[in-house]
């Protein structure tokens, strides 16, 4: 069965740096599209992140060149470092996989649905205050 468990979460201040984890077991992250989503109070869940078995990865527009996300295939456990956070940036986050591990055209230009995703983490909460 495929779990994800997600954790590095936290309050910090405007201009501040997080890292989150995700950690994934009952399966290899190579076959399975990984990727992060958030969902702000009021508001729809939004992809965030994106990354492929061979590592491409796209991003939404509103958090290119300070977020970046990553995978340790050994450790089967994705990765999302935050920097440059802005108080618009609070929300859960949740990490979410699929298989097979296509990236679809529309997904590398950041356009991520959560919808075709399948596996969800529990979420974890990143308050960023000003």
């Known amino acids: 069965q495929v779990q994800l468990v997600e954790s590095g979460g936290g309050s910090v201040q405007a201009g501040g740096s997080l890292k989150l984890s995700c950690a994934a077991s009952g399966y290899t992250s190579r076959t399975y599209l990984m990727a992060w989503f958030r969902q702000a109070p009021g508001k729809e869940r939004e992809g965030v992140a994106i990354?492929?078995?061979?590592?491409?990865?796209a991003y939404v527009d509103s958090v290119k060149d300070r977020f970046t996300v990553s995978q340790d295939n050994v450790k089967n456990t994705m990765y999302l470092q935050m920097n440059s956070l802005k108080p618009e940036d609070t929300a859960i986050y949740y990490c979410?996989?699929?298989?097979?591990?296509?990236?679809?055209?529309?997904?590398?230009?950041?356009?991520?649905?959560?919808?075709?995703?399948?596996?969800w983490g529990q979420g974890t909460q990143v308050t960023v205050s000003s």
């Open positions: 979410a996989a699929k298989s097979p591990a296509l990236m679809t055209r529309v997904q590398a230009l950041g356009f991520i649905d959560p919808s075709s995703f399948g596996y």
């Open positions: 990354i492929d078995s061979n590592g491409r990865t």
